[in-house]
């Protein structure tokens, strides 16, 4: 019986390793704030190396975690990027579905920033105000209470007397759930009226962002959000810091707190409002699908997420010596993750 189930398993594995033979393109996954670095690396990879430019496809990190997760064979992603860490509970999906060995690699840092068009006003904000100006509700008086602010002087006279129009992440982005995790649910609970709230109902009261027309849900990647802000200059959008650096000369970035998103300040966490990157890959297609290894080994090279490597010009925000070294270790042994 015990030789009949091994049997069966090694047809299973080979039959396998036959049909992914079909496939000899790598395809990732996930995040848009990782889609342009990982794009990038794919394009330099395809053209040096030998084997075929790697398929990247925009999905979100929450959309990648789902199609990375979703089975083993051949037809599933070898790669998903993601802006935030990946949950126990989708590691567990993923066992489930027979994802059974995962490997985290961290490639970098990228800071969250409130932008607006050249032509607009400047913003100057604390975690509270933009809290104030994203909540479903938000506390008056005691009380939560529907989210009665329309500009943004009415938050802060200090702040520029416009109607609050925020482009933001849907809830599929990982920026999405990095803002919630690093300003909503950080300035909401220095409000005595949530503090004040157990379980689900603070979560929902941290969490849920306005659906009266002031924050519109950007589903798509940041393009879209980009060419909201420069028709419309006094709406502000929630981006990434790559996107600043790469069009500057269009956009500006809010201060936070007082700082200002720049490569040195995210790079210290001087920048309060910054987080790390990550891939994952799926080790069972790992010689299988060809070249799995090898785009790994560009990604983790000095070249490409060094200080002055080609990334460094697309935005990332390279991790100190020593981690980067630990991290490209990881990239040659493939540690499973455990969460």
């Not at 220095?190 to 709230?197: D, G, M, V």
């Amino acid at each position: 019986m015990i030789r009949k189930t091994l049997s069966l398993a090694a047809l299973a594995t080979l039959a396998f390793a036959t049909a992914a033979q079909a496939r000899d393109q790598i395809r990732i996954v996930g995040s848009s704030t990782v889609y342009p670095f990982a794009t990038t690396v794919a394009e330099n990879f395809g053209k040096t190396s030998g084997f075929k430019t790697p398929v990247v496809e925009s999905t979100g990190s929450g959309g990648g975690f789902k199609l990375f997760c979703a089975g083993a064979d051949e037809n599933t992603p070898d790669i998903t990027n993601a802006s935030r860490r990946m949950l126990a509970s989708e590691l567990a999906t993923c066992a489930t579905n027979g994802v059974k060995d995962v490997t985290e690699i961290v490639i970098g840092y990228d800071g969250i920033v409130i932008a607006n068009a050249k032509a607009g006003p400047k913003y100057a904000l604390t975690k509270e105000q933009i809290f104030k100006a994203l909540a479903k509700t938000v506390p008056q008086d005691g009380k939560l209470v529907p989210n009665p602010y329309k500009k943004w002087n009415e938050i802060d006279p200090s702040l520029p007397a416009e109607a609050i129009v925020v482009y933001g992440p849907a809830s599929n982005h990982g920026t999405r759930d990095a803002l919630n995790e690093l300003v909503m649910d950080e300035a909401c609970g220095k409000f005595p009226e949530i503090k004040a709230l157990a379980g689900d109902a603070k979560k929902v009261a941290c969490n849920a962002i306005r659906e009266d027309g002031a924050f519109v849900e950007v589903s798509e990647d940041y393009s879209l959000t980009m060419q909201k802000l420069l028709s419309q200059p006094h709406a502000v959008g929630v981006l990434t810091f790559s996107y600043i650096d790469q069009n500057g000369d269009k956009i500006k970035a809010a201060t936070v707190e007082g700082q200002v998103a720049t490569y040195e300040n995210i790079a210290t966490s001087k920048y309060p409002v910054s987080r790390p990157l990550y891939f994952y890959v799926k080790k069972s297609h790992v010689g299988v699908i060809p070249g799995i290894k090898e785009y790994i080994g560009e990604f983790t090279s000095e070249k490409a997420w060094g200080k002055n490597g080609y990334l460094a010009q697309k935005g990332l925000i390279a991790m100190p010596d020593d981690q980067r070294k630990s991290e490209a270790a990881k990239g040659k042994e493939l540690p499973d993750l455990a969460l």
